[in-house]
């Protein structure tokens, strides 16, 4: 029996993994000053992320159709899929798993719909690593307890520029207390489960760097990394070149979704990983 994946682009899977398993990949919108866009398909990240500070208005983002997701989940099963397997940011952060869930209700037990309990790759490996399970034969319910793993080992932590975009957006209630000298300073925040966790601040850059490494360096042995960065590409090479010998496979280096860029703001830095165990 066959698996198939959909999920969203606030995966962050790269387009060529994408196609190499057959994952369906449905763009979230961003709506900057009453227009909206198809995140990673009608504005570029690095356009985004360059006109970002200068908007007067904070961009939105608005969850994809019910119907999108019926297409995808149409498209699995004719194309051969006994079932379908659709992995989504958390339901307290977003309306999308919402949405896909919704949408599922047409086909009964042939598609299932999780909650990742995370962003960016940390929600990005959970499909990537089912699918080549799949890829090597794996079935269905080997697909699931392998998602409910990695849901539970991986590990995102990032270092923000400013913690102003996070306090806008609302969707964290400790940043909205922060005030004054607090968003001067550069917050180091980690996703787990789904809770937007703040992890310090540093004074600078370069302090706000170490605490990164040493968060990475205490998560013992890894099966999979991503360097992330919101148009910090430079910073995130060298970031890259420090870390890269921790994981056998090649890490990953992602600009970004748009998506999760418009609530973190740009110049941000952070992690994936997948501890062994």
């Not at 397997?85 to 309306?95: E, K, R, W, Y």
């Amino acid at each position: 029996m066959k698996t198939g994946f959909v999920t969203d682009s606030t995966s962050d899977i790269p387009a060529q993994v994408a196609e190499r398993y057959g994952i369906e990949i449905v763009p979230v919108l961003v709506n900057i000053n009453g227009k909206s866009y198809a995140d990673g398909l009608e504005l570029s990240r690095e356009e985004f992320y360059t006109r970002l500070p200068a908007l007067k208005q904070l961009p939105t983002t608005s969850s994809p159709s019910v119907g999108s997701f019926q297409e995808r989940y149409e498209k699995l099963l004719r194309a051969g899929a006994d079932s379908v397997v659709s992995i989504h940011p958390p339901d307290a952060l977003s309306g999308i798993f919402n949405a896909a869930r919704l949408a599922a209700q047409d086909f009964g037990a042939r598609v299932t719909v999780l909650d990742s309990g995370q962003l960016s790759l940390g929600l990005g490996y959970q499909v990537i690593l089912a699918a080549e399970a799949v890829a090597q034969g794996a079935a269905r319910e080997e697909v699931l307890s392998l998602v409910e793993s990695i849901r539970r080992r991986v590990r995102l932590t990032a270092l923000l520029e400013t913690i102003e975009y996070v306090r806008r957006s609302g969707r964290v209630s400790w940043a909205a207390a922060m005030l004054g000298g607090a968003l001067r300073l550069q917050p180091l925040i980690g996703l787990r489960f789904g809770i937007v966790q703040r992890l310090g601040q540093a004074r600078t850059r370069l302090q706000g760097v170490e605490r990164l490494v040493e968060m990475l360096n205490s998560w013992g042995n890894l099966e999979r990394l991503a360097v992330l960065h919101t148009n910090a590409e430079a910073a995130a090479w060298e970031l890259m070149e420090r870390v890269r010998s921790k994981v056998v496979v090649a890490p990953m280096l992602v600009n970004v979704t748009t998506v999760i860029g418009t609530h973190v703001g740009p110049h941000g830095l952070g992690f994936v990983a997948v501890p062994v165990s």
